[in-house]
T-cell receptor, first 112, second 113 residues
Framework: GNSVTQMEGPVTLSEEAFLTINCTYT??????LFWYVQYPGEGLQLLLK?????DKGSNKGFEATYRKETTSFHLEKGSVQVSDSAVYFC???????????FGGGTRVLVKP | DAGITQSPRHKVTETGTPVTLRCHQT?????MYWYRQDPGHGLRLIHY???????DKGEVSDGYSVSRSKTEDFLLTLESATSSQTSVYFC????????????FGPGTRLTVL
């Protein structure tokens, strides 16, 4: 079956530091890949997505590239802010039913 | 963002009682989903719906049932709640395409004593 593995947190950074969250996946077909973000006390919001190999998703200064050869979709941001403190989830979906499979989530804490 | 609401937002109940959670969306989305969120597990799919009266099981469906009598509403029922069903429950919906983005509700925190 499908699975998503992402690095465990918490990740603690200083403001303006570089952030990387690793995500690798296992899938039987050709999935779409997503990063969702959950701010404290809220539901999940889509941060970015990529639907085919070598696509790069980007939003709010975050980027991730769909790497089929390494089955990875690592999230990066060059200069984090305190407002980026949240839990980040990597996920995949395959076309049938558009069901999402999530990683365990990575909590990120950015200190001023 | 899609208009998707959940009710109640918080609920405390006792073991063995029935519980129904409601999800309501105003986007005329075809697909709707129920997930549970537990520490270390991310979100796991309980049930999903691909149209009115069309539902199917997800990864962790045991002990849960769903119904969808209207496009906008998707109900999750715990027939006899257990302590292992203490969790945060999220509803999501997505549009016509099978790869469309899923939009999530704010969540329901359920505690089973």
């Amino acid at each position: 079956g499908n699975s998503v593995t992402q690095m465990e947190g918490p990740v603690t950074l200083s403001e303006e530091a570089f952030l990387t969250i690793n995500c690798t996946y296992t899938a039987t077909g050709y999935p779409s890949l997503f990063w969702y973000v959950q701010y404290p006390g809220e539901g999940l919001q889509l941060l970015l997505k990529a639907t085919k190999a070598d696509d790069k998703g980007s939003n709010k200064g975050f980027e991730a590239t769909y790497r089929k050869e390494t089955t990875s979709f690592h999230l990066e941001k060059g200069s984090v802010q305190v407002s980026d403190s949240a839990v980040y989830f990597c996920a995949l979906s395959e076309a049938a039913g558009n069901k999402l499979t999530f990683g365990g989530g990575t909590r990120v804490l950015v200190k001023p | 963002d899609a208009g998707i609401t959940q009710s109640p937002r918080h609920k405390v109940t006792e073991t063995g009682t029935p519980v129904t959670l409601r999800c309501h969306q105003t986007e005329n989305h075809r697909y709707m989903y129920w997930y549970r969120q537990d520490p270390g597990h991310g979100l796991r799919l309980i049930h999903y719906s691909y149209g009115v009266k069309d539902t199917d099981k997800g990864e962790v469906s045991d002990g849960y049932s769903v119904s969808r009598s209207k496009t906008e509403d998707f109900l999750l029922t715990l027939e006899s709640a257990t302590s292992s069903q203490t969790s945060v429950y999220f509803c999501a919906s997505s549009g016509r395409g099978e790869t469309d983005t899923q939009y999530f509700g704010p969540g329901t925190r359920l505690t089973v004593l």
